[in-house]
């Protein structure tokens, strides 16, 4: 139990953070009635929710929401490459998943499932199945992608305050492949670099592949080989010399690769069109009343906090207190726990923190949290109202969809409870969690994000099926 | 939000008489731990704390290794002969450098580089700053590469002398003016030959009121063959009398402490590898024995086929300066890898007690060496009164430790324990401990606490570590000095050791040599290079609201008649005992050299917890006791030594007649003013008629 003094100082500490960086919560909204507020259907603009409009424009000053400006244009060229290599089986030890069989445009850029199978399995989505290996951790979305400089829920693949890139590959990266992605698509080229030398995602095991037999760590071999596959294909000889023209494939790199498919995530998947980012860019009526005193009651109970911004995300790392389910990563006994970024950043004080994900589309995204541990995106937001209660009865069999997962909780609960982010531990008033809130949610998609599968290309260069299904 | 202001706040808060007031109400139960937290300070350039160690010459073998490999692999057998250590040893002394009463830190450096001293702005200036005078100081020793570093007041004129440790070369003895300014005493028979010599302690063994010094010494470093392949050809312990002329005579074949016990089919002249050394009266008599902690390596104990090379040896005194090793019939015969030590009485049963750091329990997977969980443990051992030790169970795992301190953190009326550790091993790196705190329950029970430093001490590999209250706010704050530094891009990978403990989340090492990808069978350099070490210095944050008492000691010797303790102190046993109910006495040593490496500041430190006053006892090397009766909460006691013992068999008369013609004479002396002479002897008179 928390000792009082504890509470209070953690009390402070969150009045401060949110001092610092919102409007204070106003007594009244707590009083007020949410059918008095409730403008039903109605567009905000219209009938008379002036004063709410400008309340919810300050809260969006306050939280620096702001569209986030479009990726550069990439070359038809350097497009068609990274479409074609990220739905290209090819890059997979065993020749049976692609990249984007994971973050799939048919379902929302993930795969639905709390947490991935890996390469062995087939298909699609929750239809996925066989005897591949479950990834650690859950598929992130790729919208808006380029907005983030810091890859992966611990942010292992990153670009540092100082311009640098932090990898796992450490000095394998080499000045060269940093300069391709320096002058292409930054941490989004640097990350598509990574999947393809995991075991469980796309390389495979000992004995199955090329790719599989060479050591882990080895990134230089292990891209070295990929690089060697792809040039046993002469189109994609010629697609990476269209792409990066007056370089011969001879002298590129898997920098060269992977900067290619951020192009095309960056691209494809960047949709700022949603009715509160239509209302953000000044359209007071993009949004209903119902979904305005949703974003008020959003911002109100402090969300905006790690999910402000122009990718409604702070990028930062923060324990929220959630439940770990599935493989894990290492850590613990059974190697089931997952330490979080304290993994990357060393530091004890990020253990059981995760990055804050971009809530963009966020209802096209579930199932949610770092695991998938969450089916229900209002029991997601419910969550924080009460964290350690929260936690210690979240039940799996009504959020984990995977039933698979279901008994794979591992018991780190007073561990992750002891280190809950002060911005958190705190709570949220109950009454903020609201119904608006949850059809605030919704004004959050871009109608244009819902169908995505024209981006699924026919056909690619390896003849394998694309995304391997 | 200024670091100076914040700690001046918090300074001025604990000694109001509100917040004293505040405690008496809280009543007489003892106060509960508390979490511990610091701010890192020495990245604030206004800070002026710059440090950056240089390499040892070394260094150079160890980056042909590293670009040879990629030219022709290397077989593992290389990696035994490569050199040890190449980034150095830096140690940390926290002392008065200019006695203008404020603490000043002292970090050693490599070949070319001047050892730094920050000189402490807080008395002069107002302001908790500092300005590095090392280069200046006289007590640069730009040319060594310096190793350890104790200091003491070696002749007794009233100012601290350093004493700086070579690795590979002599050590150098640099006395002090009086002024902060030192002189390079180039023949004072400390020198020590060409051993890598690592720490050293300072205390009067003989009992004629002069300092003596003892240095741990390990092995040749040019090679770390004989940490993994021989395990009694190393470099002997070194002790050296203080011939009272600014000279010293090395007594080590005859005082004792090269004749070791319980080594396994070790032969007579064997010798250990020796990372922590200190001088302390461990069993309470008034004389200063000798703690030497020893390192096991990767070697397999006697139980797995190997020998048993590495104990906590306990060289206890006679009383004249010859020692016996009483490690295995003190009760204290485990193997393990000791790496620093430093001593209180942790469950407030009146006797010492120590805590040792060691190799911890995550690294024996990497290593691939035999291992049974605890052996290897940082861990406390209590004394039990007629001259033994025990161990409690381990019940939590620790990471891999060097430098340690002995304090409480809290001040909540015990002592805690912290300890900071890294390894570069060449071919790898250990990085498994993240900075620790060990919070004492009051009965002696710790439990461990990660997180409350603010640097990353994943990325660092700290050597040196003393304790402090820098600031001068009443809570003990913590300055490390580390060999190396992991670059920005370096993966932490988790080590395979997992216990479902909270250490497991930081339990990390680094490759910086993988197999070969050509498929020869050997290693090739992955391209990591460690950057220079740096230090840091964590202020702790001092939220607990409760006060401390602090006590320095004054030897008389020279000064009054019956006085026979060194000037500066060292050797002296505190022990502050809480006025109230249920108030257990607390313990200090003030030691001159522990930790590893390093040396904390000269004075005892008592957490009050809810208390607000006590009672201040000394036993002086000689054995007379002195006490000093209510101690208010947020004193600062310089305790000078008076020749007589409260506990003597003497009449009363007598008695009174010594301690008033001792306290004359330090009052004549200008050592005490006519306050503190009253003050002094009503308390002699008290504890004579009440003890």
């Keep these: 139990m928390m000792q009082r003094r504890n509470f209070w100082s953690m009390s402070v500490v969150f009045a401060l953070v949110t001092a610092g960086c919102t409007v204070p919560l106003e007594p009244d909204s707590a009083e007020l009635s949410v059918q008095a507020r409730r403008g039903g259907g109605h ?63 048919t379902l929302g850029s993930d795969d639905n499932r709390p947490l991935p199978l890996g390469t062995g399995a087939s298909g699609l989505g929750m239809d996925r199945s066989g005897p591949g290996l479950i990834v650690p951790r859950n598929a992130p979305e790729l919208f808006n992608r380029h907005g983030f400089d810091n890859m992966f829920w611990d942010s292992r693949v990153r670009i540092d305050e100082q311009g640098r890139f932090v990898t796992p590959a450490a000095s394998q990266l ?42 882990d760590m080895q990134f230089t071999l292990i891209w070295n080989a990929l690089m060697a596959r792809l040039g046993d294909i002469p189109e994609y000889v010629t697609m990476f010399e269209a792409a990066y023209p007056g370089t011969d494939f001879e002298d590129m790199n898997f920098a060269h690769a992977g900067n290619a498919i951020g192009a095309f995530e960056a691209q494809s998947f960047y949709f700022m069109g949603s009715p509160f980012m239509q209302f953000v860019a000044g359209d007071d009526s993009a949004m209903t009343a119902e979904q305005i005193e949703g974003a008020i009651d959003y911002f109100d109970a402090g969300c905006g906090n790690c999910h402000g911004g122009p990718m409604l995300s702070d990028a930062r790392h923060h324990n929220t207190g959630v439940p770990q389910i599935g493989t894990g990563t290492r850590g613990g006994p059974t190697n089931n726990d997952d330490f979080g970024f304290v993994l990357t950043s060393g530091s004890p004080r990020d253990r059981y923190a995760f990055r804050s994900p971009s809530l963009h589309n966020v209802e096209l995204t579930g199932p949610w949290g770092h695991a998938g541990q969450f089916g229900d995106l209002r029991t997601y937001a419910e969550h924080y109202i009460d964290i350690e209660d929260a936690l210690r009865t979240w039940d799996p069999y009504d959020q984990v969809i995977d039933p698979a997962l279901r008994n794979t909780q591992y018991d780190n609960i007073d561990e992750v409870l002891s280190t809950l982010s002060p911005g958190v531990a705190g709570g949220v008033p109950a009454h903020l969690i609201s119904d608006e809130m949850m059809v605030f949610f919704g004004a959050l998609t871009d109608p244009a994000a819902e169908d995505l599968s024209a981006f699924v290309p026919a056909t690619v260069p390896s003849g394998l099926p694309p995304g391997g299904i | 939000m200024d670091k100076c202001a914040l700690n001046q706040v918090a300074g001025s808060v604990w000694r109001t008489p509100s917040a004293v007031a505040l405690a008496w109400l809280l009543g007489a139960a003892p106060a509960a731990a508390q979490s511990v937290n610091f701010t890192e300070v020495s990245q604030d350039p206004a800070m002026g704390l710059s440090y950056s160690r240089a390499p040892s010459y070394s260094v150079a ?60 702005q807080l008395v002069e200036t107002g302001e908790f700053r500092f300005v590095d005078v090392g280069a200046t100081s006289g007590a640069d020793a730009t040319a060594q590469d310096t190793n350890g570093v104790c200091f003491g007041d070696i002749d007794n004129d009233g100012d601290e002398d350093i004493l700086t440790l070579g690795r590979g070369e002599a050590n150098r003895l640099h006395v002090n003016d009086g002024t902060g300014h030192f002189t390079h005493i180039p023949m004072s028979g400390l020198e020590g030959g060409t051993y890598s010599h690592i720490g050293c302690s300072m205390g009067d063994i003989d009992g004629d009121g002069l300092l003596d010094v003892v240095v741990g010494n390990s092995f040749d470093m040019s090679t770390q063959l004989p940490l993994i392949v021989f395990p009694y050809s190393n470099e002997p312990t070194q002790l050296y009398v203080n011939q009272g002329d600014g000279t010293f005579a090395d007594v080590s074949a005859s005082s004792g402490i090269l004749v070791m016990d319980a080594l396994t089919d070790a032969p007579p002249d064997a010798t250990t590898i020796t990372w922590t050394i200190a001088m302390v009266d461990v069993d309470l008599d008034g004389d200063m024995d000798i703690l030497q902690g020893d390192d096991q390596g990767p070697v397999p104990e006697t139980t797995h086929g190997g020998w048993d090379r590495a104990y906590m040896h306990v060289f206890i005194n006679d009383g004249t300066g010859h020692f016996v090793d009483e490690v295995v019939n003190l009760g204290r015969d485990s193997v393990a890898s000791w790496m620093g030590v430093d001593f209180a009485d942790f469950d407030h049963d009146g006797n010492l007690d120590w805590f040792g750091a060691n190799f911890g329990d995550y690294n024996a997977a990497p290593l691939n060496t035999p291992y049974e969980f605890h052996h290897f443990a940082t861990r406390a051992h209590f004394g039990n009164g007629d001259g033994t030790f025990t161990e409690r169970p381990v019940v939590e795992p620790t990471s891999f430790s060097w430098g340690t301190a002995v304090a409480d953190l809290d001040n909540d009326g015990d002592h805690d324990a912290t300890y900071h550790g890294g390894l570069d091993m060449v071919m790898m790196k250990l990085a498994d401990n993240p900075g620790v705190v060990m919070i004492n329950d009051g009965d002696g029970n710790f439990s461990t606490e990660i997180g409350g430093y603010d640097a990353n001490y994943s990325h660092r590999s700290v050597q040196g570590l003393a304790s402090g209250d820098l600031n001068q706010d009443g809570f003990i704050d913590i300055v490390t000095a580390s060999d190396n530094t992991l670059p920005y891009n370096a993966p932490l990978l988790l080590s395979q050791a997992q216990y479902g403990h909270k250490l497991d989340s930081t339990a990390f090492w ?41 006590v320095s000691a004054t030897g008389s010797v020279g000064v009054t008649t019956h006085g026979r303790h060194n000037r500066g102190g060292l050797g002296a046993i505190v022990t502050f005992e809480p006025l109230g109910h249920h108030a257990d006495p607390m313990m200090q040593p003030i030691t001159g050299g522990s930790s590893f490496l390093s040396q904390h500041e000269s004075v005892a430190h008592f957490g009050l ?18 006490r000093l009766y209510n101690v208010q909460a947020g004193e600062v006691i310089d305790f000078p030594e008076i020749g007589c013992s409260y506990d003597t068999t003497d009449t009363f008369t007598v008695y009174m007649g010594c301690v008033e013609g001792e306290l004359g004479q330090l009052r004549s002396a200008g050592v005490i003013g006519w306050s503190q002479y009253h003050r002094y002897r009503t308390s002699m008179m008290v504890a004579y008629l009440t003890h």
């Design chain 1, 43 to 105: 567009h905000g603009g219209g009938h008379g929710n002036h004063g709410r409009i400008a309340r919810l424009r300050d809260q969006i000053d306050q939280f620096g929401v702001e569209v986030l400006p479009p990726p550069p244009t990439p070359s038809p060229e350097l497009y068609a490459l990274g479409q074609a290599l990220a739905f290209d089986p090819i890059l997979s030890g065993n020749r049976d998943i692609a990249c984007l069989t994971c973050h799939h445009p």
């Design chain 1, 174 to 215: 080499t000045p060269e492949m940093e300069q391709v992605l320096y002058d292409g698509y930054g941490a989004l080229g640097a990350q598509a670099m990574f999947p393809v030398t995991s075991r469980t995602e796309m390389r495979g095991q000992l004995g199955q592949s090329e790719l599989g037999d060479i050591p």
């Design chain 2, 61 to 120: 073998g160890t980056y042909g290794l590293q670009e040879g490999s990629l030219i022709s692999p290397l077989p593992f057998e290389v990696f035994a002969v490569a050199p040890h250590r190449s980034q150095g040893l830096p140690g940390v002394a926290i002392l008065d450098h200019d006695g203008d009463g404020d603490a000043d830190v002292y970090i050693t450096n490599g070949p070319g580089a001047p050892n730094s001293l920050f000189s402490n």
């Design chain 2, 510 to 550: 680094t490759p910086m040599f993988m197999p070969d990808p050509g498929g020869s069978g050997g290693f090739v350099w992955n391209g990591i290079r460690l950057e220079p070490g740096q230090m840091t210095m964590e202020i702790n944050n001092a939220d607990s609201g409760n006060p401390a008492v602090r």
């Design chain 2, 609 to 626: 917890g809810n208390r607000h006053s006590g009672t201040v006892e000394v036993l002086w090397n000689g054995g007379h006791r002195n």
